[in-house]
């Protein structure tokens, strides 16, 4: 006779249908496919109810990898003692100078993709400046007080000036980012928080977990 399966219940933060599920095949509805979708499972309803009523990153840390994890999971195991696990970190990749350009937000413990936006035409100073923006704005939405990490100096000087001072002519194909950019430059302007940006010290430790890993 074949041994019963203890439950399990998945909890999803942020999806179609926010809430917890009681099977994998109801959690997946909610979440495959959905840019940026946060769930977890648990083995118990209770535990699975205090989670869905917490901060979703409370729930993720640094773990040894398995012969499953993949690449990004290996590399997160062994973050430098410098970096704070429970952290945004984002990146941005441009292919030409201007070309297509998109970012992302990663949760440093975990590898876990939080927001992405792109492809679009512009460069990658943009992007990034784009990316911790939208990060800050993220972070504040969701209520979740940790840093971010940024690799890039001109994007976190231009935060700090709550200015993109990019000299890329708005012209037909540039029209979309320029209207991001002045859409961040008003948020900038408009909300206060008490985030900590970071500079990711790629030289001593490596390429920013939320690389797009083209170099």
């Not at 909890?11 to 009681?22: A, M, R, S, T």
């Not at 990153?57 to 012969?67: A, D, G, I």
């Not at 998109?102 to 990316?131: K, S």
């Not at 979740?144 to 708005?170: F, V």
């Amino acid at each position: 006779m074949s041994k019963k399966k203890a439950p399990k219940y998945y909890v999803v933060w942020k999806g179609v249908n926010p809430g917890i599920y009681d099977s994998w095949t109801e959690c997946q509805l909610q979440t495959k496919g959905y840019e940026g979708a946060i769930y977890k499972s648990f083995p118990s309803r209770n535990e699975a109810e205090n989670a869905y009523n917490s901060s979703a990153h409370l729930y993720f840390s640094t773990k040894k990898p398995t012969k499953e994890s993949n690449t990004t999971e290996k590399s997160l195991a062994t973050l430098p003692p410098e970096v704070l696990p429970n952290s945004l970190c984002v990146d941005a990749a441009c292919s030409g100078n201007p070309g297509p350009m998109e970012y992302r937000g990663v949760y440093t413990a975990t590898g876990q993709q939080l927001f992405h936006y792109g492809p679009t035409q512009g460069t990658n100073n943009i992007g990034e400046f784009l990316a911790l923006v939208h990060g800050l704005a993220f972070l504040k939405q969701q209520g979740w007080d940790m840093p971010i990490y940024s690799d890039s100096r001109n994007a976190i000087l231009w935060i700090k000036n709550k200015k993109c001072k990019t000299k890329l002519e708005r012209n037909n194909k540039t029209a979309t980012v320029h209207d991001l950019i002045e859409r961040a430059e008003k948020w900038l302007q408009s909300n206060s928080y008490t985030t900590p940006i970071y500079k990711w010290e790629t030289r001593d430790w490596g390429e920013i977990p939320a690389d797009f890993g083209r170099k």
